[in-house]
């Protein structure tokens, strides 16, 4: 058959201008592709093979060539798979049969950035056209597997193509490019370079199936021209996701493990799973052993590693994995996804949320076994760990209960072991209705503080709560196995205790009797608290400062305001221990005299206590440290 000119349809030279004169990010992923669809060859030679359908093809030494000529500057990949007959060429190389092509065509022309269309090459089977980014001229070779006549197709990428019959061809599919010249401005690379095509191969195809060769560049430079070297494998070909786990060493996962992660210590925990059924895929991950310095920070990237059928296709896919996970490291290998993927259709792909549904089961369910099993391991995970996973429990109210499963939190039950929100209600005292837990910078803070007195006079549990997302996540949970999670530092208090009513009578009688000094000091002291009253919250402590049940913490008032809001400043409530003689002098002075300009510093002074005991700090420093020291001066 005579060799004959064909014109591309009007979309793919379209096309084949975009991928020419575009400027991409990354050439480097026409080889990538150029190797997936030899691997996809190769398969589907195997699978025919084993169903007889393909009984004069050669299975023995099944792989994928890459040869390198530097002085004609091309680049050529092989595979001996099952190859193309002339009418196949016709229709899959010559055209691009997919109604999908025009919206292809309009989203690459509307991707401003670099990355935004490189993540587009291949989205509709065209990644044999990313080859034009980095060649002058394309030549495809190709023969059928039990065929004998082969096909070339020819193209400069320029409109037009050339097909004619070649008698003679190996079995598979042979692509020849001819380089364009290196420019380093547009990053185009020198494709002619052996350690470039090393290092693409080991970036995006290390665990394909097939050994991945390299023809030596030059034979018989000892003279002996019949001696030539032997071609080096590039790849791997140790999917490690894809073998069983008795054949996989724990040493192998974790150097695995370093290579992605680049940490030099071993992993925590590994967690496989493979998903079967209408959409397979494999999972590979690992819990670090230690926390990366900027895990907190805005630029840390996160995701894991995200392939399709054994090939790389972006190194941190966030969607695979909520953000209170991000610490997790690993590999996502899945069947069905197309080989070539931008961000935006995998935030809108349902098999991905499908995949970050049960991945996210799969690592919460992995940290609570790991926490009834192992401790050890376990108290290191939540130490490194624990303030991120937290946040889920804001973030995340469909996975809420599984990660409560999975977190601990320290009490005042036991000053090393944590517990759990379920191992706190099974220790309940009889007749208490809600979950107390206090907030602060420090276990240590905590325990000395004034708020903690009734509680630890009445051996009640509190849990101490020392990270900053914990300010925000026990309001977003609110109850746990109806038991209402209430702080110890706001609104009042009620411990149940009083079952004959003496308590509420000596109560109301206190209140009777400070009722003319609380209401005189919360006049006094309005421009900074909201009222003053007595506590049922403090025994030793002569007064403390506490948040109303609806307000704001100080500590969350100051994280908003660290992140650019503003929000009110709100006024605390001023509690008085009556029965503290401080307080009941102050109350005696109060009825007895009429000049009161002192008892106001003593007022005055009694809030900055307050506050300083919780932690925080007077609103005049300069002036609490001179009426303290007139006071110590009078005392002399």
């Not at 026990?474 to 009042?492: C, I, Q």
């Amino acid at each position: 058959m005579p060799t004959e000119t064909f014109e591309f349809q009007v979309e793919a030279r379209q096309l084949l201008q975009l991928m020419i004169h575009s400027v991409y990010s990354n050439k480097d992923v026409f080889l990538r592709e150029l190797v997936s669809n030899a691997s996809d060859a190769l398969d589907k030679l195997r699978l025919a093979s084993l169903k007889d359908d393909a009984p004069d093809a050669d299975v023995t030494d099944l792989h994928i060539e890459i040869d390198i000529d530097k002085n004609a500057r091309t680049l050529t990949v092989r595979d001996n798979g099952v190859g193309m007959s002339y009418d196949e060429v016709t229709q899959l190389i010559g055209t691009i049969a997919n109604s999908g092509t025009a919206t292809f065509l309009k989203e690459l022309r509307e991707a401003k950035d670099g990355a935004g269309a490189d993540g587009l090459i291949g989205q509709f089977g065209v990644g044999f056209y990313s080859a034009f980014m980095v060649a002058d001229e394309v030549t495809l070779l190709t023969r059928r597997a039990g065929e004998t006549q082969g096909t070339r197709w020819t193209s400069r990428g320029e409109g037009t193509y050339t097909l004619d019959t070649v008698e003679e061809a190996p079995q598979g599919t042979t692509v020849t490019l001819r380089l364009k010249p290196a420019d380093a401005e547009n990053q185009l690379h020198d494709y002619t370079s052996t350690w470039k095509i090393k290092e693409i191969v080991k970036r995006y195809s290390d665990f394909i199936t097939w050994p991945i060769r390299l023809v030596p560049e030059a034979a018989g430079q000892d003279g002996d021209e019949d001696k030539a070297p032997e071609p080096e494998t590039l790849n791997s070909m140790k999917a490690l996701w894809a073998r069983p786990r008795d054949e996989v060493s724990d040493d192998e996962y974790h150097e695995l493990y370093k290579h992605i992660s680049h940490d030099w210590r071993d992993p925590l925990e590994t967690i496989r799973l493979q998903a079967e059924g209408t959409f397979e895929y494999q999972a590979l991950l690992f819990v670090p052993s230690h926390a990366p310095h900027d895990l907190f920070t805005q630029g840390y990237q996160r995701g894991v590693q995200l392939y399709v059928k054994r090939v790389f296709i972006m190194d941190d896919c966030e969607e695979l994995l909520p953000p209170y996970l991000r610490f997790v490291k690993g590999v996502v290998d899945a069947q069905d996804l197309s080989l070539n993927v931008s961000r935006e259709i995998l935030q809108q792909d349902r098999h991905i949320r499908m995949m970050q549904r049960r991945l996210t089961k799969k690592v919460l369910a992995t940290v609570k076994d790991m926490r009834t099993q192992d401790a050890d391991r376990y108290a290191t995970f939540w130490r490194e760990f624990g303030a991120v996973l937290k946040e889920g429990l804001v973030t995340d109210a469909d996975n809420r209960d599984a990660i409560l499963a999975a977190s601990s939190f320290a009490s005042t039950h036991d000053a090393e072991q944590p517990t759990t929100l379920r191992q706190y209600v099974e220790r309940m005292k009889d007749g208490q209705d809600d979950i107390y837990f206090m907030t602060g910078e420090s276990r240590q803070a905590m325990e000395s503080s004034p708020h903690m007195e009734a509680f630890r006079a009445r051996g009640i549990e509190v849990l101490l709560l020392t990270d900053a997302v914990d300010e925000v996540w026990v309001d977003a949970v609110g109850e746990f196995e109806g038991k209402k999670l209430r702080s110890v530092a706001k609104g009042e208090i009620d411990l149940g205790d009083d079952e004959d009513g003496t308590a509420d009578a000596e109560k109301e009688k206190q209140g009777e009797e400070y009722a003319g000094l609380l209401g005189w000091m919360t006049e006094h002291l309005g421009e900074d608290v909201k009222e003053v009253r007595l506590s049922s919250r403090l025994t030793v402590s002569p007064a403390c400062v506490v948040s109303d049940a609806g307000d704001l913490t100080p500590a969350l008032e100051n994280m908003y305001r660290a992140m650019g809001q503003e929000v009110p400043q709100s006024k605390r409530i001023l509690e008085l221990n009556p029965e503290h003689q401080l307080v009941k002098a102050l109350n005696r002075a109060f009825g007895e005299r009429e000049d009161r300009s002192e008892l106001a510093e003593t007022a005055e002074l009694l809030h900055a206590l307050a506050v300083l005991a919780e932690g925080g700090r007077p609103k005049e420093p300069a002036r609490f440290v001179k009426l303290v020291a007139d006071r110590a001066e009078r005392t002399l």
